[in-house]
C-alpha cells in the first residue's frame, strides 16, 4: 500500500518542482485526405482533423484533474502536408491555404500546437516539397498555430544541401514575415537531420508515414524534478549522482506512461511512444541549464559542460526506458535558449556561446534550439549552422536540430521577447567569417561510412 | 476497486479533519485508512477512499475539496491512486 512519504514526494514533485506532462500529442494520418481538388483536399483535412481530434482536449482536463499532474499542452501532428498536398498544390500559395485550414481545424478543437506542415528532403525535393518550403513564409505569417519542418538529411542518406540553401533563405524570409511579430514564425520552424516520425514535441512534431492512422504521443517534462533530486546528493559522486538522475527519471516517465495509456484508452486511440526528453520552460527551477550547475558548474557553458550534458542525457535514457515499454520522439534533454532561464542567464553573463551549444548538441538531443541571432545574419550563414548541425546529426545516427530566429533589426546584446513557453532571448553572436562559397556549390554531401568507427 | 487518496497540506489548525471528513460523508465517499505526519515543519494528512458510491467524479471532487481547502487555509488534493502506484512501485 501507498504511504503517506511517496504522497508527499508525489506531490511535492508537482507543485514545487513543475512536474507535468508536457503535451499528450495526438498524431493523425491525413495520407487518405488526399486529393486534385485544393478546396475538396482543405475540406477533407478539415473534417479529418476536427474528428478524430474531437474530444482530445476534454480528455486531458479530465486526465488532469482525476490524477492531479498538469497537462501542459494537447497538440495534434499530421502527415507532412508536402505528401498531402503534392497532388492538389500547383503554387505556393495553394500550399498557404493548407496552412489555414490546419490553424482552423487545430483552434476548433482547443489544440495549442499543430505540427506537420513539413517537407522529407533528405536526398531530394520533388516539386511540391520545393512549393512547400517556398511557401512556409507565408503560411507561418498568416496562422497562429500551426508548426512547420523541413529535414534536410540523414545517417543513410547524407545531406540535401540544395535543400540546406534554400532554408537558409527561408529562414530569413519567415523573419522578414513575421517582423512585426517579434519575427516568431521562426520559432515555429525547424530543420532536421535524421527527424523522428512520431516526436511530440513542437515545433518539429510530425504525423511519419510509418505510422498508423491515429496515435497517441505523450511528451514528459521535469527538469525542476530532476534538479530538486541532484540538490540532495550534492558533493557525492558519479555513481551517486548517476543512480538519482535514473531513479527520478523513472518516477517521472511512469506518470507519463500513466496518462498515456489512460488518454489512449478513453480516446479509443492507440499508444505510440513516450519522448523522454526534459524539457525546461521559462519557469524558475524548471531549467536543464540549472541541473548542469547542480552537477557542479559554476555556469552553463563553462568546461565540462558538454561531459554533465551527456551524462544527464544518458541517465535520463537509461531510467525512462525502464519506466516504459515503448520509448521514441526525441527522447533527451532539450536546450533551447529562450525556453531556459538558466541558459538565458548563461548567455547574457558570456558563459555560453553558439559553438558551445553546437558542442553541446552532439550528446544530447535536438541541436541549436531557440536562438536569437542578428537580423542581418547572411542567409549563406544560417544555411552553415544547419549544415554543421546536420552533419553532427549524420555522422553520429542521432536526430539533431536548428532552430534559429534572426531577429529582424536586432543586434548582438538586445534582447527580444516570445512571451510565454518560448520565453525571451538575448541575440547571439554569429561567426562573422563567410561560408557563401561551399553554400552556393549545390547538390548533396554523401552518406557517412557505416564502418571503421573512431 | 481502485481507490482515491485525499492529501491535506498546511498549517495545523482546529477543526481540519472534521471538516474534511464531514465533506466526505456528505458525498458518500468512504475512508479506508488515515495517516498523518508533520514533515518540514506542515502538518500532512493521507486518507485512502472509496469514492464508488459517490455521485461525483474524482475531477468534481478534488474541485470542490481544493475550494473547501482554501476556505480553512490548506492544500487539499484528491488524486487517483494509480499515479502513486505508477511512480512508486515497480
Redesign the interface.
Known amino acids: 500500500?501507498?504511504?503517506?512519504?511517496?504522497?508527499?514526494?508525489?506531490?511535492q514533485m508537482i507543485?514545487q518542482a513543475n512536474l507535468d506532462v508536457r503535451t499528450i500529442t495526438l498524431g493523425i494520418s491525413l495520407l487518405d485526405c488526399v486529393d486534385t481538388n485544393l478546396d475538396r483536399l482543405n475540406r477533407k483535412i478539415y473534417d479529418r482533423i476536427t474528428t478524430k481530434a474531437r474530444n482530445l482536449v476534454r480528455t486531458a482536463k479530465?486526465i488532469e484533474?482525476?490524477?492531479?499532474?498538469p497537462i501542459v499542452n494537447q497538440r495534434i501532428s499530421v502527415t507532412p502536408i508536402a505528401l498531402v498536398g503534392a497532388a492538389a498544390c500547383k503554387r505556393p500559395e495553394d500550399f498557404v491555404t493548407i496552412a489555414e485550414t490546419l490553424d482552423r481545424a487545430a483552434k476548433e478543437v482547443g489544440a495549442s500546437f499543430i505540427g506537420g506542415y513539413s517537407a522529407l528532403v533528405s536526398k531530394g525535393m520533388t516539386e511540391a516539397d520545393e512549393l512547400l518550403i517556398r511557401s512556409i513564409p507565408a503560411a507561418l505569417a498568416c496562422t497562429e498555430i500551426v508548426c512547420s519542418s523541413v529535414n534536410v538529411g540523414s545517417t543513410r542518406t547524407g545531406i540535401n544541401m540544395d535543400a540546406v540553401r534554400l532554408m537558409g533563405e527561408t529562414i530569413r524570409k519567415t523573419a522578414e514575415a513575421t517582423r512585426e511579430n517579434s519575427c516568431l514564425g521562426c520559432a515555429k520552424l525547424v530543420v532536421f537531420c535524421n527527424a523522428p516520425d512520431d516526436n511530440p514535441f513542437m515545433a518539429g512534431a510530425f504525423h511519419g508515414v510509418t505510422e498508423a492512422d491515429a496515435v497517441i504521443n505523450v511528451g514528459v517534462s521535469g527538469p525542476g524534478v530532476v534538479k530538486a533530486a541532484l540538490e540532495k546528493v550534492r558533493g557525492q559522486d558519479f555513481e551517486v549522482l548517476c543512480e538519482t538522475i535514473k531513479k527520478t527519471a523513472f518516477?517521472i516517465t511512469?506518470?507519463g506512461?500513466?496518462v498515456a495509456q489512460e488518454a489512449s484508452r478513453r480516446l479509443g486511440i492507440p499508444f505510440g511512444i513516450i519522448d523522454l526528453s526534459l524539457a525546461p520552460t521559462p519557469a524558475v527551477g524548471d531549467s536543464v541549464a540549472e541541473i548542469l550547475e547542480e552537477i557542479g558548474l559554476e555556469s552553463a557553458g563553462a568546461p565540462g559542460t558538454t561531459a554533465a550534458l551527456a551524462l544527464l542525457n544518458d541517465q535520463v535514457k537509461k531510467g525512462g526506458v525502464m519506466a516504459s515499454s515503448y520509448v521514441g520522439g526525441l527522447s533527451g534533454a532539450f536546450i533551447p535558449v529562450s525556453e531556459d532561464q538558466g541558459m538565458i542567464d548563461a548567455v547574457e553573463a558570456g558563459a555560453l556561446s553558439i559553438e558551445k551549444l553546437e558542442a553541446m548538441t552532439c550528446v544530447c538531443s535536438v541541436g541549436l534550439d531557440m536562438i536569437a541571432i542578428p537580423g542581418d545574419t547572411p542567409a549563406s550563414s544560417i544555411s552553415g549552422i544547419i549544415a554543421d548541425e546536420a552533419a553532427i546529426g549524420m555522422v553520429n545516427q542521432k536526430t539533431t536540430a536548428v532552430r534559429v530566429i534572426p531577429v529582424a533589426g536586432k543586434k548582438v546584446g538586445d534582447t527580444v521577447e516570445f512571451g510565454g513557453l518560448l520565453g525571451h532571448a538575448p541575440v547571439m553572436r554569429v561567426s562573422p567569417f563567410s561560408c557563401e562559397d561551399m553554400i552556393r556549390r549545390g547538390g548533396r554531401i554523401p552518406a557517412p561510412i557505416h564502418s571503421f568507427k573512431n | 476497486m481502485k481507490k482515491t487518496?485525499i492529501?491535506v497540506?498546511g498549517k495545523d489548525t482546529v477543526g481540519i479533519i472534521a471538516k474534511v471528513c464531514t465533506y466526505l460523508a456528505d458525498n458518500n465517499v468512504n475512508i479506508e485508512?488515515i495517516?498523518?505526519?508533520i514533515?518540514q515543519g506542515y502538518f500532512?494528512?493521507?486518507m485512502?477512499t472509496d469514492t464508488s458510491r459517490s455521485d461525483k467524479?474524482?475531477?468534481e471532487l478534488?474541485?470542490e475539496l481544493d475550494m473547501l481547502g482554501k476556505s480553512i487555509g490548506v492544500?487539499i488534493?484528491?488524486?487517483?491512486?494509480?499515479?502513486?502506484?505508477?511512480?512508486?512501485r515497480i
Open positions: 500500500m501507498i504511504n503517506i512519504y511517496e504522497v508527499t514526494e508525489t506531490n507543485e479530465e484533474a482525476d490524477y492531479g499532474i518516477k511512469r506518470v506512461q500513466l | 487518496i492529501t497540506t485508512d495517516s498523518q505526519t514533515l500532512h494528512m493521507m485512502i467524479s474524482t475531477g478534488a474541485a492544500m488534493h484528491c488524486q487517483h491512486e494509480d499515479i502513486f502506484d505508477m511512480m512508486h
